[in-house]
């Protein structure tokens, strides 16, 4: 077999069928440009859901789980009786975190740990005339929040240094915000779940983007929270912990759990909801890259089988004058390489001019996202999956006609 | 890959001989067509052909002179009987040893003159040369000159091969036939499709190659003055040699 020879019969080949050979390659570029658009598209609006969600979730959280579900007393004396209890209640548990700012502390000291923020957390209602707004008020250190949220980019109006000057200051959630009607400097009341009033004032607003966060969230400074749920200096109820790597949360949650005994909450199962919505987004990118790969493909099997038929008076010359049937093969199927690198090739560059053009075009998903423009993630690993595939089509599409060629029997030709 | 085997062989058992040597004899081929009913085409044929002769096989259509000429040039293996061309058994060989047989030691020349369209004439000349790779591709570019020059078509060399007339285009093939200096070069009605004038200018270079360069020709024609003016006439009826 020689390559160089069929090289040059392939190049011949290619180059005097110009407009074939073109929209034998304009299939494979269709297929590659609109894999990498869709990749690219649902990789990035995963990447940012995921981000906006992880982004304002703690890798692991760390509360005190009430439950009614503990043995009556009668059934821990008697457990071999039948036993029948009416309406148990919860015992009456404190909801706080023994030696939580302790705890937290210790954890800030661990190598892989970004940030720690414990916090003191209540439901709260916000009056404003006769309609209460439910809401949710975290008393927290608003400097090591920022470090966990950067919560000062995300800051709509206001600013967090206010908080730390204003005793009663809070920053609201800009849709809880803009339901309430109110904005930086006013004043409103908030009443806890045991009854107590507090007159506090909007020093600022934020927004995450995500809706459960912006329209029930507010921050205030840990002294007032423990004050207006009377609860003493070291009371908090949850500790938030962000590492330096998300995955390492996955592990380190269960090591802090068996450590300190209470409930550890990581951000994949608080997001569970999410991450089941990435597998379905990432299912549907394959099937629908295969469905346009072996589209392509079939275009590709269909030009060179027509390029087959075509030239069977050629194939029966060549191999009378002593070219095998690999010869045969070989033009065939560098004629299909060809048209697949630089059908792929030319997806890719379209692929990226459209996922580029898409990435700039300006989308307003309202406060349910916080975004300006479509989400693309550009991935090189992408594009270089797209060559691949491209490719790898086009050698087994262009494979089968190429046998078919190398089986002609240049007898029945020839003799016409 | 399988190039170098046969030729090796084909050294060390015949060895160039003079006018007169047999460099092809086929004995008792016997060939079968299937379709659509069992018939027998040839019915034991055997004869030899010697070098630097030029037979003419001839005889009415559908006497089985083609068939056998394909059977003669290796491409059609489906036959019984046995084929031996310069020394060597190519019966029951592979398709690829033959391909291999027939790039170096065969050169063929068809009716509907079949050069490759897109390829200018040069190229269509130089190919099997290419593909035996004897040469470099300057010698081969050389040698492919002085075989245009032998059928006087030195002057197109450049052309595309589609752009030719009938006749030129057959004389592109023939010179593509002798590329690669073939013991035996094979006709299935050469001038068949060609007019008086290039009919005769086929017919003596033909009979140069023959004549001069010692290399054997195998042609099955309809045209009596083309046979009348071979060597050896071999007249076929029915599937056997008559004459």
Not at chain 1, 296 to 316: E, L, P, Q, R, T
Not at chain 2, 101 to 115: A, D, I, M, S
Request: aromatic share 8%; with cysteine.
């Amino acid at each position: 077999m020689n390559l160089k020879i069929s090289l040059q019969i392939a190049q011949t080949h290619l180059l005097s069928k110009k407009r074939q050979t073109l929209i034998a390659m304009l299939g494979v570029t269709f297929g590659i440009a609109m894999f990498i658009v869709m990749i690219s598209v649902i990789k990035g609006v995963n990447k940012f859901l995921e981000d906006s969600a992880l982004d304002s979730s703690p890798h692991i959280r760390i509360y005190k789980e009430i439950t009614s579900n503990h043995p009556s007393i009668i059934e821990e004396a008697n457990p071999s009786g039948f036993n029948v209890t009416y309406h148990q209640l919860p015992k009456n548990e404190l909801i706080n975190i023994k030696n939580g700012l302790q705890i937290a502390a210790n954890i800030e000291k661990e190598p892989s740990v970004l940030g720690v923020s414990p916090q003191i957390s209540s439901q709260v209602f916000f009056n404003k005339g006769p309609v209460p707004f439910s809401g949710q008020i975290a008393g927290v250190d608003v400097m090591k929040e920022d470090k966990l949220y950067d919560l000062k980019k995300r800051i709509k109006s206001g600013n967090i240094e206010s908080l730390l000057s204003t005793p009663n200051g809070i920053l609201m959630g800009k849709v809880l915000a803009r339901n309430l009607n109110v904005k930086v400097g006013d004043k409103i009341t908030v009443t806890t779940p045991t009854g107590n009033l507090k007159l506090v004032k909007i020093v600022g607003t934020f927004g995450f983007g995500i809706q459960t966060v912006d329209g029930v969230k507010c921050y205030a400074n840990m002294s007032m929270v423990q004050e207006i749920l009377q609860k003493d200096k070291s009371f908090v109820t949850d500790i938030h912990i962000k590492m330096k790597d998300s995955q390492a949360a996955l592990t380190y949650a269960k090591v802090l759990h068996n450590q300190y005994g209470y409930k550890t909450q990581d951000w994949a199962e608080a997001n569970s909801a999410f991450l089941a919505g990435d597998k379905i987004r990432n299912g549907m990118v394959i099937m629908v890259s295969i469905t346009l790969l072996v589209v392509a493909g079939f275009g590709i099997y269909n030009i060179m089988n027509m390029n087959v038929i075509n030239k069977m008076k050629d194939i029966a010359i060549l191999k009378a004058t002593g070219f095998a049937g690999n010869d045969i093969v070989s033009i065939f199927l560098i004629q299909s390489i060809i048209i697949g690198i630089l059908g792929a090739l030319l997806g890719i560059i379209i692929g990226f001019v459209l996922s580029y053009l898409l990435s700039s075009m300006p989308f307003d998903a309202g406060d349910f996202l916080d975004i300006k423009t479509f989400p693309i993630l550009f991935e090189p690993k992408y594009y270089g999956l797209g060559m691949i595939f491209g490719i790898t089509t086009t050698i087994l599409a262009g494979y089968m006609p190429a046998r078919k060629a190398s089986k002609i029997d240049p007898v029945a030709i020839l003799r016409g | 890959m399988q190039i170098n085997k046969p030729k090796n062989i084909t050294e060390s058992i015949a060895p160039p001989s003079g006018a007169g040597g047999a460099v092809l004899s086929a004995s008792n081929i016997n060939k079968y067509f299937y379709e659509p009913d069992k018939f027998q085409v040839l019915k034991n044929i055997s004869f030899e052909a010697n070098r630097g002769e030029f037979l003419a096989l001839v005889g009415k259509s559908g006497c089985g002179k083609s068939t056998l000429l394909y059977i003669l040039s290796t491409m059609d293996t489906d036959y019984e009987g046995s084929l031996v061309m310069q020394g060597e058994r190519l019966t029951g060989r592979t398709q690829d040893q033959l391909a291999a047989f027939r790039n170096e030691h065969l050169g063929f020349v068809f009716q509907f003159h079949f050069l490759l369209p897109e390829f200018t004439v040069l190229q269509n000349v130089m190919l099997p040369a290419l593909k035996l790779g004897k040469y470099s591709n300057k010698e081969i570019e050389e040698r492919a000159y002085q075989k245009l020059k032998l059928v006087d078509m030195q002057d197109h060399a450049l052309k595309q091969s589609a752009k030719l007339s009938g006749g030129q285009q057959q004389r592109v093939a023939i010179a593509r036939a002798l590329i690669n200096d073939p013991t035996i070069i094979m006709g299935d009605e050469p001038t068949g499709n060609l007019d008086k004038k290039n009919s005769e200018v086929v017919f003596e270079i033909f009979k140069q190659i023959a004549h001069e360069n010692n290399q054997t020709i195998i042609a099955v024609t309809h045209d009596p003055d083309f046979a009348k003016g071979s060597d050896r006439i071999i007249e076929m009826s029915d599937g056997q040699i008559i004459n």
